[in-house]
């Protein structure tokens, strides 16, 4: 039932149809005669019935050159009608918009088109002469320019006889089939196109007031489309670049590459189409606007800010991206222009793409016939070598301004890079070549320089090379083909030079520093040349790696990156940003992601140098392994740094992993065969090693301590030096995972837990060394029986020692964590505990020092009988904050160590003499004048026992008493103090005494000894 109400509907709009068209025909006036001429037909064109034309909308770019009235295209069937040009059809609504659009751009390089415009129209309701209905056609394009109208909004086909195309406010434009069945802007259309123009006039102008921050040229994307076609009529690349977004790109650096991306884009362009600019938004509202869009690329039209803070529509970066992958498209498949650009005489062949294999045959036999045959000098180096474009003999300059640092026999190839001869002979002087040179290569380090940008071609005209402040640099091809520096630059060149600031004229000098990404790249190739390795990792961003991993992993890395550099890609140091500020300078990356960059950091540590990041540093990991085995660029090969690897010494790991067969490189879980058999011999390596060591150390100790007499246990011995066997182990375990090039992600973890491991075993066999030692001074022989002070203290020093390794310990641990600032913190906070400990514990401090000076000193031995002050008694006891004294009246006296160090203490246990008070018993006492004689020879003796002695020895008697016999008495000072000496000397007196009385007849009470053991003076009496 549908299908019969949707056919009848048709029916009754057909019907409908039908009779408008007849109202219409009756009430219109036929046609006037057209002033216009008719088209002139190419030479192989031939009449062609309507039906039978091709569909331009939808027939592909590279088939339109074949189409019919075409050079090189098949002529059409023949027909009574007149021939139509394929390019002005009208037999649709779209083909008439198309033929309108087309016309109307045209007519600034062919101005016969505006009669083809102004065939387009119906004339019939319009009263004025042949000029004004030219006008009028341009009139009716500016108001389908001013709405946007694209082709597709025109069908391709009607059944009706009027398409209304626009139908807004006072505006209506239509079109209407006439009676030749060809499609026309309707007569109303054509009637009220001043009244419509005046109208948006009138918006226009109260709408216009928002566009003032707009450039002319580019305020929106029909202008700059119509600013860049216009530009490439010209054949001006340089004003056609001002319609590209050159965001992104240095000046000098688009000077030169802008007119190249002009002309990628001009052919590209006219490849995609004809720019019907009515087509084109003529607004400035809206951020972005796409004109084609193919799989190679697109072409689209951002609104960017300028840096004076005007607005402007312009070629999007997203188009110059893909221009490369676009152009090469056209080029391959050989994708002809547009016919209509043919039409204007516009069209562009590949002779307009700047590079070489793009020119034309013609150009290609004009550039073979200009190359010279290059010219040897004298001394044999050939002066056009490696310049033969401007872009190899500025790479070549750097070259040799950077091999002049270690080889001065470049000099005069460095001097062919400069047109001197020349010069000279105008100057009449020998011009300096290497100074100049040398400033040549400052003015090129400030100018940011790429040589990318340079023509590679050898007979191109000559290149400027721009900078800031007038700087510039021109290079031209010489009669022997070589290009060189130009007279004209040398003669400005001191100039030049004067104007660059100091750091500029000194960067050369500059082998440590981190302030650009150039410097920092500089530093870090002289460092490797240099095998100055700390330079070179500094120039690594170590920071997300814990810091007990950075010292090992440090000259890995660096060695690494160097390995990766030399096979991916040649740097010139000039060639890398010098400025201090901007985005990262991204080295290369590779197809998996993986990339090399240099970054500015800016938070600490490091803040505001520019180092290889961390992500440059993961990614060295992958490419290291693919890069072995892999031969280096041939411009790394012939550069004065190059080292085709390092020395065992500077980094052992990468030396052994370049040196591994490739067989045992095959990764099995997460490691590759040769590291997992490194680390079995490592684990059997390191046990024995440790076990040499341990058993060596105890062969050492026991002739040690046999010839010191020293008695120790065998059990202990093993037992204080097994922890040195465990730390020289794990020791040597270390090494051989250092050894191993074990993965990054793996040893940054790994080494922070080993390193820790190690210090507690080391400080484990430190304090079992501190205990042996102790032992050792205890079992020493010739120890007496009363300790002395350092005995007593010895094993509080053991404890000071335990604690100071303590000490040490926790310090190597808090830098092990890899936060200076903690470790800042504790010592401050340790500081300030110390001050303040300090003084409130002054007397204690003071009471400590007083030991230590008492132990350096030794003034006595536990058992001395001191006297200090008006104390005096027996040393018991030695303590750090005091000493303990038992007094004669057998009371313990607690004396401050400070008071012992500071004040005057008398050892009367270590005088050389001792006061004797010897009684001799006898029977009966003498007379008062054998006593003085016996005084006197008793005194005698005295004097001969103790020499030099001033007192004189006191002799008397004592009278018997309570069953006591009667005695003599002798008071006087012998030699010793304690001990055997004083005994001895006590004896002998008692013996000489008891000699000169039995002289005098007197009978002794005690045992006479013989006379040869008297002394001298009894045995002359006898």
Request: with cysteine.
């Amino acid at each position: 039932m549908r299908p019969i109400i949707a056919l009848s509907r048709f029916w009754i709009i057909l019907s409908l149809g039908i009779s408008f068209a007849a109202t219409s025909q009756a009430q219109v006036p036929p046609l006037l005669p057209s002033p216009m001429v008719a088209p002139v037909p190419t030479s192989n064109s031939s009449p062609a019935p309507v039906s039978s034309a091709p569909n331009l909308a939808s027939t592909p770019i590279s088939a339109l050159s074949a189409l019919p009235g075409e050079a090189g295209g098949g002529a059409a069937p023949a027909s009574k009608q007149s021939p139509v040009d394929p390019l002005f059809r009208k037999d649709t609504p779209r083909r008439l918009l198309e033929t309108f659009y087309f016309c109307l751009e045209g007519v600034d390089y062919k101005p016969e088109l505006i009669q083809e415009a102004a065939n387009c129209l119906d004339n019939r309701l319009f009263s004025e002469g042949a000029a004004t209905l030219d006008l009028t056609a341009f009139h009716l394009g500016e108001i389908l320019n001013h709405f946007g109208v694209p082709l597709v909004s025109a069908p391709e086909s009607s059944p009706q006889d009027e398409v209304v195309l626009i139908n807004q406010d006072d505006t209506r434009i239509a079109f209407r089939r006439g009676p030749d069945s060809q499609w026309r802007f309707s007569p109303e259309t054509v009637q009220k196109v001043a009244e419509m123009r005046r109208s948006l006039k009138a918006k226009a102008r109260a709408e216009g007031a928002g566009e003032k921050q707009f450039l002319e040229a580019f305020r929106s994307p029909e202008a700059t489309f119509r600013t860049f076609r216009q530009a490439m009529a010209r054949g001006d690349f340089a004003v056609a670049a001002t319609c590209l977004d050159s965001t992104g790109h240095s000046q000098q650096m688009w000077d030169i590459r802008g007119p190249l991306f002009a002309r990628d884009l001009a052919f590209a362009v006219q490849r995609l189409g004809f720019i019907y600019c009515a087509e084109l938004p003529g607004e400035s509202s809206g951020s972005s606007h796409c004109w084609r869009v193919i799989p190679p690329g697109q072409v689209t039209l951002d609104r960017i800010s300028l840096p004076d803070g005007k607005l402007a529509w312009k070629f999007s970066r997203a188009t110059l991206e893909g221009l490369p992958k676009l152009v090469n498209y056209f080029r391959l498949n050989q994708t002809e222009p547009d016919p209509r650009w043919k039409r204007l005489g516009l069209a562009l062949d590949s002779s307009v793409l700047k590079e070489i294999g793009a020119k034309s045959e013609k150009d290609a036999k004009k550039l073979g016939k200009s190359v010279m045959v290059p010219v040897t000098g004298t001394s044999g180096i050939d002066p056009a070598a490696g310049r033969q474009t401007p872009r190899s003999a500025v790479i070549t300059f750097l070259k040799l301004c950077e091999e002049l640092r270690v080889r001065p026999e470049v000099r005069e190839n460095l001097h062919n890079a400069m047109d001197l001869v020349p010069l000279e002979d105008q100057l009449g002087r020998k011009m300096p070549g290497t100074k100049a040179a040398l400033m040549i290569e400052a003015i090129l380090r400030t100018m940011e320089i790429d040589t990318n940008i340079l023509s590679d071609i050898p007979n191109d005209e000559p290149q400027t090379i721009k900078g800031f402040d007038d700087l510039s640099l021109t290079l031209r091809r010489m009669k022997d083909g070589a290009w060189r520096f130009d007279q004209e630059t040398l003669l400005r060149l001191r100039d030049m030079y004067n104007k660059l600031p100091q750091a500029q004229r000194n960067a050369r000098d500059r082998t440590h520093d981190f302030q650009s990404a150039r410097e920092t790249y500089g530093t870090f190739t002289w460092s490797m040349f240099k095998g100055e390795m700390d330079n070179a990792v500094d120039t690594l961003d170590l920071s997300e790696l814990p810091a007990a991993a950075r010292g090992a992993l440090g000259p890995r890395l660096a060695w690494k990156l160097r390995y990766v550099l030399d096979r991916n890609k040649y740097i010139l140091p000039q060639e890398v940003p010098g400025t201090t500020e901007g985005r990262r300078w991204l080295v290369f990356r590779t197809t998996k992601g993986d990339m090399i960059q240099v970054g500015k950091r800016h938070i600490e540590p490091n803040k505001d140098r520019w180092l290889f990041t961390p992500e440059t540093l993961q990614s060295i990991e992958h490419l290291f392994p693919l890069s072995i085995g892999e031969s280096p660029l041939p411009d790394v090969t012939d550069s004065f740094w190059f080292r085709e690897g390092p020395d065992f010494l500077e980094a052992p790991s990468v030396w052994l992993h370049l040196r591994v067969p490739p067989a045992l490189r095959k990764y099995h879980l997460g490691l590759a065969d040769w590291q997992w058999l490194g680390l079995g011999l490592g684990l059997m390596v390191s046990w024995l090693i440790g076990l040499v060591v341990s058993v060596g150390a105890r062969l050492l100790i026991r002739p040690f301590l046999r010839s010191a007499r020293i008695g120790m246990a065998e059990e202990l011995l093993a037992k204080r030096t097994r922890p040195i066997q465990m730390l020289v182990a794990y020791g040597v375990m270390l090494l051989a995972v250092d050894v191993l090039d074990l993965p990054l992600s793996f040893m940054g973890k790994f080494l922070p837990i080993t390193l820790t491991c190690w210090l507690l075993l080391a400080f484990w066999a430190g304090h079992n060394l501190i205990d042996l030692g102790l032992e050792l001074y205890n079992n020493r022989p010739g120890k007496g029986d009363r300790a002395s002070i350092r005995d007593l203290m010895a094993p509080t020093l053991t404890l000071v020692l335990k604690a100071i390794l303590v000490f040490i310990f926790g310090y190597w641990l808090i830098s092990l964590l890899g936060n200076p600032d903690l470790l800042t913190q504790i010592l401050a906070g340790m500081g300030i505990v110390g001050l303040a400990v300090s003084l409130a514990a002054q007397d204690a401090i003071k009471h400590f020092f007083g030991t230590l000076l008492l132990i350096s000193e030794g003034p006595f031995k536990i058992g001395d009988r001191i006297v200090i002050d008006k104390y005096k008694g027996v040393v018991e006891a030695v303590g750090f904050r005091s000493t303990r004294i038992r007094t004669d009246k057998g009371t313990l006296l607690v004396l401050p160590n400070s008071v012992l160090a500071g004040g005057s203490v008398e050892n009367l246990g270590r005088r050389n003499r001792n006061f004797a008070r010897l009684t001799i018993p006898i029977l009966e006492l003498p007379d008062n004048v054998t006593l003085e004689i016996m005084r006197q020879k008793i005194q005698s003796i005295c004097r001969d026992m103790m020499p030099g002695m001033k007192s004189v020895a006191k002799v008397d008697t004592i009278q018997a008493e309570g069953g006591k016999p009667p005695a003599l008495r002798v008071r006087t000072w012998l030699p010793g103090w304690g001990g055997v000496q004083a005994e001895n000397s006590q004896e002998t007196l008692q013996d000489s005494v008891a000699c000169v009385a039995v002289e005098h007849g007197l009978v002794p009470l005690v045992d006479i000894p013989s006379w040869p053991a008297a002394s001298p003076s009894v045995a002359n009496a006898a």
